[in-house]
C-alpha cells in the first residue's frame, strides 16, 4: 500500500506514531501516553460534537423545522403538532441550562425524567418481546425427539442437557428463596457448573478476534507506514 | 350474538387502537407487572422478605473501608450508555447507595462518565445522598465528570485514570461493550479491589475473569434492595422471582405440551410455542 | 410525574396498531430526544471545559495536557462545522492510476480542504478503447482526515491492546482455585484447542467429521453456553423489566436522588 | 535462584506476556509459511459452490432452454432471462461486505480470497454494502485491489466489465427484497454514480434469479437471517456465508440444515480457503499469528496454574 499523497503520508505517519505511543503504555504509563490520551480524548469531543450536529440535530430537526416555517401555509395538522413538539422539546432541553444557577438547579431535574420516561417507556414491551419471548419460544423444545418414528437418543439427551441447564441457571438466580436443603443446593451447583462453562467457552471464543485486531495494527505499521514510506519515496 | 358483537367489536379495535397481534405482549407486561407489584405491596403492609446473599456486594464495604484506610480514591463508571438503558439505571441506583455509605469514610468518589446526561444524573444523586447523610460538604461535582463519549477514547482516558490515581477501589456497575477488559485489567494493575456487574451476557466472561468480585446479569438489578435493605425494592426483588417462576411454569408445561406431540402426533406443544410468537412490522 | 408520564404513553403506543403512531411518533419523539439530549451535550462540554479550564488556571499537575484536549476539541469541532467552501484549500496532489500492464488507467485529484465534513468524489467517465476508465476528483475535508489519521488508528490501536490485556488476565486469573474456577479454564481450554487446527499437528481421533477438540467447543457452545446465555438473558430482561416498573412507579427515583 | 526468577516473574509478568504476544503477531506477518491446514466441510463447500459457478450456469442454461422447447407459456419471459443468463457464460457471483472497521480486520481475508478466487476464474462479480455506512469505503478498497492484483482470464479487471460495486443503500431488509426482484429498484447507480443501465456488465444481470451464488461476509447479528429469508427461502439460490469466530456459532445450525452451501469461521475460515485454492495470503499469515497466540495463552493459563499448585502445596 502506498500513499496517494503527501498528506497521506503525513497522516500515515502521525496515525503510526501515535498507535506506536499507545502502546508504550503497556510498558509504562508514560507522557507520550498522556499527551495520545488528551489528543484522543479531545479529538473525540470535537467529532462528536460535530457528529450530534452534521449527522442528528441538523438533518432531522433543525432542517425538517426551516422548511417547515417557509412553508407553513401549505402544511398539514401533522406537520403542526411535530414544530409544536419540537418547540416543547426545545423548552425541556434549556430547563438544563439551570444546572447553572444553583438555586433553579432542580429545574433540570424535568429533562433527566422526560429522557429516561421516553427510554423505559419503549423499552419494556420490547424488553417482553424480543428477550423474554424470543428466548421461551428457544427454549420450548420437547425431551423427547422422534425421528421417523425411532426415538432420537443424541437428540432427546441434547434437548435434556439444555433444558436442565436453563432451569438449574434460573433457578440459581432465585433471590428470595433460601437454599439451605441439599436438594436446592445441587441445582443451584449445577447452575453454577452452566454459567462457567459457559463463561470460560466465551472467553476463549473472543481471542481469536483480539489477536485479528492486533494483527491488522502489526500489518498496518509494516505495510502502510514502512513499506508505504519506502514506496513513496521510491526506495522499494 | 355477544359473542358476534364481541368479535365486530375487537375488530374494530384491532384497526384503530390495539394491535391484537400483540396480545401476547400485553399479557406478558400484565403478568409481570401484576407479581411485582402484588410483592411491593405485600412488602409495603409489612411482610418481611428474604434474601440471599450477593458475593459481590459484601464487600462492598470492605472496598470502601479500605480506600479510606489508604486515602486512595474508589472509582464507579456505569458505561458508555445513556439514561434509556435499564442496566445504567440500575448502575446510577447503586451509585446512590455507595455515596451514601462512603459519606461516612470521606474518601473521594471519582465517577468519569461517558454519556453527559448520565453525569448530570450521579451529580444530583450523589449530591443528594451525602446531603441525607448529613455531609453536604463532602460534594464534589468535579469528582463526577464527563470525559467523552467514544467508547475506546473513554477506555483509554480511565486507564489513564487508573494508572494515576491508584484507586484502592474500582466499580464498574452498568452496560459495557468491548472496553469492560480494557477497564478490568487497568484495573487489576493499579492493584485495585474491583466490582463488577452488567447485564450484557457477552461481556460477563471478561469481568470474571478480571474482577475480584462479579455481579452475573439480574444480580445486578436486585443490587440496590440488597445494599439498601429497604422494604419496597426487597419487595419488587420478590416479585422478580415470582415472574421467573411463572416463566419456568409455563416452559415447563410447554415442553411437556411438545413431548406429547411428538409422541402422539398432535399439535398442542406447537400451539403453545406460537403463543410467543410476535408479529414483526416489516 | 413527567417521567411516569412519558414512559406510559411510550409503554401503550406499542400495541397501537395505527401507522401513524407506530411511524411517525416514534420518529417525533427520537427527534424530541435528539433536542433534548443536545443540551445534556452543552452541560457535559460545560462540565469538561470546567474541569480542565480549573486544572489549567491552577496549573496542577499535567496542565498542559487539558490545553491539548481543549485545543484538539476546539479544532476538531470548529473544522468539522464550518462549510467547505468557506476554507482553504491546504493541500493538492495528482496521481496517476497505473495498471499491473503500464496502462494510465486515469488520473487521480485529491484536495483537502480546510473545513467541511464529508469526503466528496466526484466520477467523469471517460470511455476509450481499453472501457470505461474513471477520472475522479476527491475532496477531503481536513475534519475526515482527523478520523482517518487521529481517530480511527487511535480507537483500533486501543481496541488491540485487550489482545495484551486477555493473555495477562488468563495468566493471573484463570486458575483451578475452586471447581467453578476450574470448569471456567477447561471450558476455556477445550475451546481455545478447538479454534485452532490442533489436528494438523497432534493425532487425534475425529467424532462426526470434526476433529476431537472441536467436536467438543462445538458441545460446549451448543449446550452450556446457550443454557448459561438464555438463562442470564431471560433474568436480566426480568431484572430490567422490575427496575423499569420500580422507576415508573416511583418507587426508585434516580433522578431526585434516590428514594423520596 | 529459582525463587529469585519467581518473584522477579512475579512482578513483572506483564511486561514478559507483552513481548511475547509481539513476538506472536510479528513474526508471523514477515512469513509466508505453507500451512498444512485441511479445510474443513464448511468451507470446502463455500470454495466447491464458488468454483462451481460456470457449472452452474451451464446447467441453468441448459436448463432453460430445454424448459423452453417444451413449454409455450411464459416464452418472452423465459427468453429474456435466457438471453441475461447466456450473457455471463462464466456465471455470476454477488458478493455482500457488510463489516464495519472492528471487525475488518477478521473478514477481510474473507472477502479478499472469495474475490480472488471468482477473479482467477473469470466470473463476474456485483459487490454491494448492506448494513454500515461505515463500511462502503473499505469494502470499495478491498473489492478494487482484489480486482487489480488478480492476473485472470482478462488481464485486467475493470469495474463496471468484470465487476460492479454498489455501495451502500439504508433499509437492509427492503434493499436486499428488493434485489431479489430488481437490482436496479434497490440500487439506481453504483458507487461512483454510474446509473446501472449504463454498466455494460449489468445488462445480463436483473435480480437474484441472473445470480449463481450469493456470499455474504458480516460481522452483523441479525443481518445473516434476513440473507437466508430473502435469499434462501423466497428465492431459493444458493447461499454462503464468512463470519467472525465469535458469531459462527450461532449459525452453524443453518449449515446443518443446508440452508447454507457453506461458512467461513473467522481468520480460519479464510486460511483454509487459501488452501484450497493453492494460494496462501492474508489468511494464512494470519492464522499463524492466531495459532501462535493461541498456544501462547494456552501455555500461560497451564504456567499460572503450575505456579498456583506449587504455591499452595508450599504453604500447606
Redesign the interface.
Known amino acids: 500500500m502506498m500513499p496517494e499523497s503527501f498528506m497521506d503520508l503525513a497522516g500515515v505517519w502521525i496515525a503510526a506514531l501515535l498507535s506506536l505511543c499507545v502502546f508504550s503504555f503497556l510498558f509504562k504509563d508514560n507522557i507520550l501516553f498522556k499527551i495520545t490520551e488528551a489528543i484522543f480524548v479531545g479529538v473525540s469531543v470535537g467529532y462528536g460534537i460535530v457528529l450530534s450536529w452534521n449527522a442528528g440535530l441538523h438533518p432531522k430537526v433543525v432542517v425538517p423545522f426551516m422548511e417547515f416555517i417557509r412553508n407553513y401555509h401549505d402544511k398539514s395538522r401533522a406537520d403542526f403538532f411535530w414544530a409544536a413538539y419540537m418547540v416543547v422539546s426545545l423548552g425541556i432541553g434549556v430547563l438544563y441550562l439551570s444546572r447553572f444557577s444553583p438555586r433553579q438547579a432542580w429545574l433540570s431535574r424535568f429533562p433527566m425524567a422526560y429522557l429516561m420516561g421516553i427510554g423505559i417507556g419503549i423499552g419494556m414491551p420490547l424488553t417482553i418481546q424480543s428477550f423474554i419471548f424470543e428466548q421461551m419460544r428457544a427454549t420450548l423444545i420437547p425431551i423427547v425427539v422422534k425421528t421417523n418414528g425411532a426415538l432420537d437418543w443424541a437428540a432427546s439427551l441434547g434437548n435434556i442437557a439444555l433444558l436442565a441447564g436453563v432451569f438449574s441457571v434460573l433457578y440459581y438466580f432465585f433471590f428470595s428463596v433460601k437454599k439451605s436443603d441439599p436438594v436446592s443446593q445441587t441445582v443451584s451447583r449445577v447452575g453454577i457448573a452452566y454459567l462457567m462453562l459457559g463463561f470460560g467457552a466465551s472467553f476463549a471464543l473472543t481471542v481469536m478476534a483480539r489477536i485479528s485486531l492486533l494483527s491488522a495494527r502489526v500489518q498496518f505499521l509494516k505495510d502502510e507506514w514502512v513499506e508505504g514510506t519506502l514506496r513513496y519515496f521510491n526506495l522499494l | 350474538m355477544l359473542g358476534d358483537v364481541l368479535t365486530v367489536w375487537l375488530q374494530r379495535c384491532d384497526a384503530v387502537v390495539f394491535d391484537l397481534d400483540k396480545l401476547n405482549v400485553f399479557v406478558g407486561l400484565a403478568l409481570v407487572g401484576a407479581a411485582i407489584m402484588l410483592c411491593v405491596s405485600h412488602a409495603r403492609r409489612g411482610g418481611a422478605v428474604f434474601i440471599r446473599a450477593v458475593p459481590g456486594l459484601q464487600a462492598v464495604d470492605d472496598a470502601l473501608g479500605r480506600a479510606a484506610e489508604l486515602g486512595r480514591p474508589v472509582v464507579f463508571t456505569t458505561g458508555l450508555y445513556g439514561v434509556d438503558d435499564v442496566a445504567t439505571l440500575a448502575g446510577l441506583n447503586i451509585l446512590g447507595h455507595l455515596a451514601s455509605r462512603s459519606a461516612h469514610y470521606d474518601s473521594d468518589l471519582m465517577v468519569p462518565c461517558a454519556n453527559p446526561v448520565v453525569m448530570t444524573v450521579a451529580q444530583e444523586l450523589v449530591k443528594e445522598r451525602l446531603t441525607q447523610a448529613g455531609y453536604p460538604e463532602r460534594y464534589r461535582a468535579d469528582n463526577i465528570y464527563f470525559i467523552t463519549d467514544e467508547q475506546f477514547a473513554y477506555a483509554s482516558a480511565v486507564c489513564g485514570l487508573m494508572q494515576r490515581e491508584r484507586p484502592a477501589a474500582a466499580f464498574y456497575l452498568g452496560s459495557f461493550a468491548a472496553e469492560s477488559l480494557l477497564l478490568a485489567e487497568a484495573g487489576a494493575g493499579a492493584g485495585a479491589i474491583q466490582v463488577a456487574g452488567t447485564a450484557d451476557v457477552s461481556q460477563i466472561p471478561f469481568f470474571i475473569v478480571a474482577c475480584d468480585y462479579t455481579l452475573i446479569g439480574e444480580e445486578l438489578f436486585a443490587a440496590s434492595a440488597y445494599l439498601s435493605r429497604d422494604a419496597l425494592l426487597l419487595g419488587s426483588v420478590k416479585g422478580q422471582d415470582m415472574a421467573k417462576v411463572l416463566i419456568m411454569a409455563a416452559l415447563a408445561a410447554g415442553v411437556l405440551l411438545l413431548c406429547v406431540d411428538q409422541l402422539f402426533g398432535c399439535h398442542w406443544g406447537t400451539w403453545f410455542a406460537s403463543l410467543f410468537t410476535v408479529t414483526e412490522a416489516l | 410525574?413527567?417521567?411516569?408520564?412519558?414512559?406510559?404513553?411510550?409503554?401503550l403506543?406499542?400495541?397501537?396498531?395505527?401507522e401513524?403512531v407506530?411511524r411517525?411518533m416514534?420518529q417525533?419523539?427520537?427527534?424530541?430526544?435528539?433536542?433534548?439530549?443536545?443540551?445534556?451535550?452543552?452541560?457535559?462540554?460545560?462540565?469538561?471545559v470546567?474541569?480542565h479550564s480549573?486544572r489549567i488556571r491552577r496549573r496542577a499537575r499535567?496542565w498542559a495536557?487539558?490545553v491539548?484536549?481543549?485545543?484538539?476539541?476546539?479544532?476538531?469541532?470548529v473544522?468539522?462545522?464550518l462549510k467547505s467552501d468557506w476554507g482553504p484549500v491546504?493541500?493538492r496532489?495528482q496521481?496517476y492510476d497505473v495498471?499491473?500492464?503500464g496502462?494510465t488507467a486515469g488520473v487521480?485529484e485529491?484536495t483537502?480542504t480546510l473545513f467541511g465534513?464529508?469526503t466528496a468524489?466526484v466520477?467523469t467517465?471517460t470511455v476509450t478503447a481499453?472501457?470505461?476508465v474513471?477520472l475522479q476528483h476527491r475532496s477531503?475535508p481536513m475534519?475526515d482526515?482527523?478520523?482517518?489519521?487521529?481517530?480511527?488508528?487511535?480507537?483500533?490501536?486501543?481496541?488491540?491492546?485487550?489482545?495484551?490485556?486477555?493473555?495477562?488476565?488468563?495468566?493471573?486469573?484463570?486458575?483451578?482455585?475452586s471447581w467453578?474456577?476450574g470448569?471456567?479454564?477447561?471450558?476455556?481450554?477445550?475451546?481455545?484447542?478447538g479454534?485452532?487446527?490442533v489436528d494438523?499437528f497432534v493425532r487425534l481421533p475425529a467424532i462426526d467429521?470434526?476433529s476431537l477438540f472441536e467436536w467438543l467447543?462445538?458441545k460446549?457452545?451448543?449446550?452450556?453456553?446457550?443454557?448459561?446465555?438464555?438463562?442470564?438473558?431471560?433474568?436480566?430482561?426480568?431484572?430490567?423489566?422490575?427496575?423499569?416498573?420500580?422507576?415508573?412507579?416511583g418507587?426508585?427515583k434516580?433522578?431526585?436522588?434516590?428514594?423520596g | 535462584m529459582m525463587t529469585l526468577v519467581l518473584r522477579w516473574f512475579d512482578c513483572n509478568y506483564r511486561r514478559v506476556i507483552y513481548v511475547l504476544v509481539v513476538l506472536c503477531v510479528l513474526v508471523p506477518a514477515f512469513l509466508t509459511v505453507r500451512l498444512r491446514i485441511k479445510p474443513a466441510g464448511a468451507t470446502q463447500g463455500l470454495y466447491d459452490a464458488v468454483e462451481g459457478i460456470p457449472a452452474a450456469r451451464r446447467a441453468a442454461i441448459a436448463k432453460l432452454e430445454a424448459e423452453l422447447t417444451q413449454s409455450t407459456n411464459n416464452h418472452d419471459k423465459l427468453t429474456a432471462h435466457l438471453q441475461r443468463l447466456r450473457m455471463h457464460t462464466n456465471g455470476v457471483l454477488l458478493i455482500s461486505l457488510d463489516f464495519d472497521p472492528s471487525s475488518a480486520p477478521e473478514l477481510t481475508p474473507q472477502a479478499e480470497i472469495i474475490l480472488r478466487h471468482a477473479f482467477m476464474r473469470g466470473i463476474p462479480v456485483v459487490a454491494v454494502v448492506v448494513s454500515t455506512p461505515v463500511g462502503a469505503q473499505l469494502a470499495q478498497s478491498i473489492v478494487d485491489r482484489a480486482a487489480r492484483e488478480t492476473q485472470g482470464r482478462y488481464d485486467i479487471k475493470l469495474a463496471g466489465r468484470d465487476y460492479v460495486y454498489l455501495g451502500y443503500r439504508p433499509g437492509y431488509f427492503n434493499l436486499i427484497l428488493q434485489m431479489g426482484e430488481d437490482i436496479s429498484r434497490a440500487y439506481a447507480t453504483d458507487y461512483a454514480g454510474t446509473p446501472l443501465h449504463d454498466l455494460p456488465m449489468m445488462q445480463g444481470i436483473k435480480n437474484l434469479n441472473d445470480i449463481d451464488l450469493v456470499a455474504v461476509v458480516t460481522g452483523f447479528v441479525g443481518v445473516p437471517e434476513t440473507w437466508i429469508q430473502v435469499v434462501k427461502t423466497k428465492y431459493n439460490r444458493p447461499l454462503g456465508m464468512g463470519m467472525t469466530a465469535v458469531s459462527v456459532a450461532d449459525y452453524t445450525p443453518y449449515l446443518h440444515s443446508k440452508q447454507l452451501v457453506g461458512l467461513l469461521p473467522g481468520m480460519r475460515g479464510a486460511a483454509e480457503y487459501e488452501m484450497a485454492l493453492d494460494a496462501p495470503g492474508a489468511g494464512t499469515r494470519g492464522m499463524l499469528a492466531q495459532l501462535a497466540s493461541h498456544v501462547l495463552i494456552i501455555v500461560l493459563i497451564a504456567l499460572g496454574n503450575a505456579l498456583f499448585f506449587v504455591q499452595r502445596r508450599n504453604r500447606s
Open positions: 410525574m413527567l417521567c411516569i408520564g412519558c414512559g406510559i404513553i411510550m409503554l403506543q406499542f400495541f397501537v396498531p395505527l401513524f407506530q411517525d416514534l417525533w419523539v427520537n427527534d424530541s430526544a435528539i433536542v433534548v439530549a443536545t443540551f445534556g451535550l452543552a452541560i457535559g462540554l460545560a462540565s469538561l470546567h474541569v480549573t499535567g495536557l487539558s491539548v484536549t481543549l485545543a484538539c476539541a476546539t479544532v476538531v469541532a473544522i468539522g462545522l491546504v493541500a496532489s496521481r495498471l499491473p500492464n496502462v487521480i485529491v483537502h465534513y464529508q468524489t466520477f467517465n481499453a472501457g470505461v474513471p477531503v475534519f482526515w482527523f478520523y482517518n489519521y487521529i481517530m480511527y488508528p487511535l480507537m483500533s490501536t486501543v481496541f488491540a491492546l485487550l489482545a495484551f490485556y486477555m493473555m495477562t488476565a488468563a495468566y493471573r486469573a484463570m486458575r483451578a482455585k467453578e474456577a470448569l471456567l479454564l477447561a471450558a476455556a481450554l477445550i475451546v481455545l484447542l479454534q485452532v487446527p494438523q467429521g470434526v467447543k462445538l460446549i457452545l451448543d449446550y452450556p453456553n446457550t443454557a448459561a446465555k438464555r438463562s442470564i438473558i431471560i433474568g436480566v430482561a426480568l431484572g430490567g423489566l422490575a427496575t423499569s416498573i420500580k422507576i415508573l412507579t418507587i426508585e434516580p433522578y431526585l436522588g434516590g428514594r
